[in-house]
């Protein structure tokens, strides 16, 4: 498995560049996440050929091993685009027996989840994908595997940089594969530069924005909330922030938040950030109910690539999206599986790179996601 090696080398280099990013001054954050994106894109690179690797080295070994999967809940677009995948890849790809990959909801409910990890672990499943409710449960549950010689994938749901890097050093079987956030957030960011008055409608020399934030807990949300107004702030331009709510990456609940907001703010809003294209949907539907214009009157962006949104951006009813890649996310995750169960050494840390998505390449993503 020498193609896993060299996956194992680039996630180090990526790891480094993110811990530099995180305690750098603005100035080597810029150049930290330059690099990231070239690192992150490597990575891509290699999480093919560690699928090829993986591919090869599995035969039919996988057809009596156990994965066991829990997805912080099931209601959720882009989560579900993303076990479906998993599913199939682990089935189609990998050779694991369909029977032999469990997936479980844990409802947003953490005391729920951790239930359904403990049966995992008394059934004795081979190796767990966990998309935690609440990445702080990240240290509790990996000592829960590492005590039953569990594995376990973490996905989606970053845990703190200090819990990977303590898996590295105490030689723990767990591991973490997603995208580095702070890039999505940029890219938002840039979309709004992008436009022809940089955001500023009406020309007041501020762009006024509000933000509808996913579940704050998660450093998606975090991250995306803070790098897409750093990305405008870092090019010069003053910003001022109408309104920040929770919309927990609900579409119903950003539907409201907008509503309200624009009653509120009416024409002060400028740019409405969604950390998410579920409520960038939810969004849409207030500011064209407000009889509101996107890429008129108003600009909206959301992430994730979800299909209605990058038909919408086609459309110029959104300004851009950003594509959270679930193909490659998922199949990644699969892969650092199947080398655990192989018994190979994996990566503590495994990063997606994130693709900007304006109108320019809209249609590219489309046939890509169809
Ligand atoms: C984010 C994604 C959101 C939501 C969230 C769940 O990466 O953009 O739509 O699925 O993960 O943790």
Not at 30 to 36: F, G, I, Y
Not at 159 to 184: F, H, L, N
Not at 329 to 353: P, Y
Request: glycine content about 6%.
């Amino acid at each position: 498995m020498r193609l896993l090696k060299r996956a194992a080398a680039i996630g180090i280099a990526s790891l480094m560049v993110l811990s530099m990013a995180a305690c750098g001054s603005g100035a080597k954050e810029t150049t930290a996440a330059a690099t990231e994106a070239t690192t992150a894109a490597e990575s891509n690179t290699t999480a093919e050929s560690t699928a090829e690797a993986v591919k090869e080295a599995v035969g039919g070994d996988m057809s009596d091993k156990k994965v066991g999967i829990s997805i912080y809940k099931f209601d959720d677009n882009f989560m579900t685009l993303y076990r479906t995948e998993l599913q199939r890849y682990l089935v189609d790809e990998l050779g694991f027996k369909k029977e032999n990959v469990v997936v479980q909801d844990g409802k947003n409910d953490q005391a729920e989840q951790t239930n359904q990890i403990q049966n995992f672990i008394t059934q004795k499943y081979d190796v767990l994908i966990l998309n935690l409710v609440q990445s702080s449960s990240a240290p509790e549950v990996t000592e829960m595997c590492k005590e039953a010689g569990i594995p376990v994938v973490y996905i989606n749901r970053e845990p703190t940089v200090e819990e990977e890097q303590r898996w590295k050093d105490e030689s723990i079987k767990a591991t973490y594969v997603g995208c580095d956030a702070r890039q999505s957030g940029t890219y938002q960011g840039e979309q709004i530069l992008e436009t022809s008055n940089k955001g500023d409608i009406n020309g007041d020399g501020v762009v006024s924005y509000i933000m509808v934030q996913g579940d704050p807990e998660n450093v998606d949300a975090q991250y995306r909330t803070e790098f897409s107004i750093k990305a405008l702030t870092d090019a010069g331009v003053e910003v001022k922030e109408l309104l920040k709510q929770r919309g927990d990456w609900d579409q119903a609940k950003a539907q409201q938040i907008v509503q309200d907001a624009l009653t509120q703010y009416g024409d002060q809003i400028e740019v409405v950030f969604c950390n998410n294209d579920a409520m960038a949907l939810g969004a849409l539907q207030s500011i064209e109910a407000a009889g509101r214009k996107v890429n008129e009157d108003i600009y909206l962006v959301g992430v994730d690539a979800l299909t209605e949104a990058v038909q919408n951006v086609l459309d110029g009813k959104m300004t851009g999206t950003v594509f959270n890649d679930h193909l490659s996310q998922a199949q990644s995750a699969a892969d650092m599986a199947a080398a655990f169960v192989l018994g190979e050494d994996v990566e503590n840390v495994n990063m997606v790179d994130y693709v900007k998505v304006t109108k320019d390449n809209a249609q590219e993503v489309l046939d890509k996601l169809k």
